[in-house]
C-alpha cells in the first residue's frame, strides 16, 4: 500500500483536477505560509490583558462598560447588533468607496512579510457563527454584500464573491462591477478551491486570517 507522501508526489496541477487533488495541489507549505506569518502577531495580540467589562443584556442596544478606562470610575461605549448594521450598510456605500476597499487590500499583497497573490475573506467570525458582530463583518465591509452566508476573494487582478440561491439577487444589487457573482450549486460555477486553482500560476501564495479559517476550509 503506498504512503500518503507518495500518493501526493504523483499528483500534478491541471486545469480541472480531481476532487481528490484540489487540497494537495496547493501544498500547506507554499500556499498557505501565510498562515505560519500570521501566527505571531495573533499570539502577541492574545498574550494582552485586557481590563475587565460589564455588559448589560437587558435589551439589543447594550451598553460595555470598561471599569478603568477613566478617572471617574468607567467609560462608556454602545455596541450595535449586527441586525442595525445590515440597516446601516443597506442602500449606502457607493460603488467607487468599495472599489478604493479592494485597492487598498491589494497594495498590502506586496509589503514585506505579506506576498501573496490572494486573500480569502469568509463571512464567519472565528467560532463560526452565521450571524455575527458588526465588528467582525470583514466580507461585508470588503464588498457591500450584507448577505449573511458568502465567501469572498480578492486577487491582485480579480474579485469575487460565492453565495448561495438565498441572496443572489441581493448580491447582485449590493456588488459593484468590479466584482465577479459565483452563483453557488449552479450547474457549472467553480467552486472556491477549483476557482483559484484557475487563476493563480503555480506556486501562489493565498493569504488567510488563521483566526476565522480552519487549515482545511
Not at 507518495?6 to 500547506?28: E, W
Not at 455596541?79 to 442595525?84: L, Q, V
Not at 467570525?125 to 466580507?139: K, L, N, T, V
Amino acid at each position: 500500500m503506498k504512503s500518503a507522501a507518495a500518493i501526493m508526489s504523483g499528483l500534478t496541477l491541471s486545469k480541472s483536477p480531481p476532487r481528490s487533488a484540489y487540497l494537495s495541489s496547493y501544498s500547506p507549505h507554499r500556499c498557505f505560509s501565510f498562515f505560519s506569518l500570521s501566527l505571531p502577531i495573533y499570539r502577541s495580540l492574545n498574550s494582552m490583558k485586557r481590563p475587565p467589562i460589564h455588559v448589560s443584556h437587558s435589551n439589543p442596544m447594550f451598553i460595555v462598560r470598561n471599569s478603568s478606562s477613566s478617572s471617574s470610575g468607567s467609560s462608556s461605549i454602545t455596541a450595535k447588533p449586527s441586525s442595525e448594521m445590515r440597516k446601516h450598510y443597506n442602500g449606502s456605500g457607493k460603488g467607487i468607496d468599495r472599489d478604493q476597499k479592494l485597492t487598498a487590500l491589494r497594495e498590502l499583497f506586496g509589503k514585506p512579510g505579506i506576498n501573496i497573490d490572494a486573500y480569502i475573506i469568509p463571512s464567519q467570525d472565528a467560532h463560526q457563527s452565521e450571524f455575527i458582530a458588526e465588528c467582525y463583518m470583514r466580507r461585508a465591509y470588503i464588498s457591500g454584500f450584507t448577505g449573511s452566508a458568502g465567501t469572498a476573494i480578492v486577487t491582485k487582478h480579480k474579485a469575487a464573491l460565492w453565495t448561495d440561491g438565498r441572496y443572489f439577487l441581493q448580491a447582485e444589487k449590493q456588488l459593484s462591477s468590479s466584482w465577479i457573482l459565483m452563483r453557488a450549486g449552479n450547474w457549472g460555477v467553480p467552486n472556491t478551491t477549483e476557482w483559484l486553482n484557475d487563476v493563480l500560476a503555480p506556486g501562489g501564495r493565498i493569504g488567510i486570517d488563521p483566526g476565522a479559517v480552519s487549515f482545511f476550509f
